[in-house]
Nanobody, 123 residues
């Protein structure tokens, strides 16, 4: 069983920056991919980023490339999402998720999910 807790969501102005954290606990974390998804009201859950462990790689959705960075600290069992140049369209609930089967952009491949943290970008 893996437990995930996100933090860092806030209200920020367009063009600003925000850092999200996800602290994971449980067994087998060294082999799990840790990803970020977001969901706006009335919209489908959208892939944002993923950090795999073996191999140590990160992938980003095209919509956030150049603005977001995903990183992982295995010693702290944490994954981070560093967001900059935020846009109103980035407004959503951001979820941290864990997949035993490696990195993927498909939400259905993730077994465990955090409770979500709200990110609101205003103009």
């Amino acid at each position: 069983q893996v437990h995930l807790v996100e933090s860092g969501g806030a209200l920020v102005q367009a063009g600003g920056s925000l850092n999200l954290s996800c602290i994971a606990s449980g067994y087998g974390l060294s082999t799990y991919a840790l990803g970020w998804f977001r969901q706006a009201p009335g919209k489908e859950r959208e892939f944002v980023a993923v950090a795999s462990r073996f191999p140590d790689m990160t992938e980003l959705a095209d919509s956030v490339k150049g603005r977001f960075t995903c990183s992982r600290d295995n010693a702290k069992n944490a994954v981070y999402l560093q967001m900059s140049t935020l846009k109103p369209q980035d407004t959503a609930v951001y979820y941290c998720a864990a997949s035993q089967w490696g990195g993927s952009a498909a939400a259905g491949n993730y077994e465990f999910w955090g409770q979500g943290t709200q990110v609101t970008v205003s103009s």
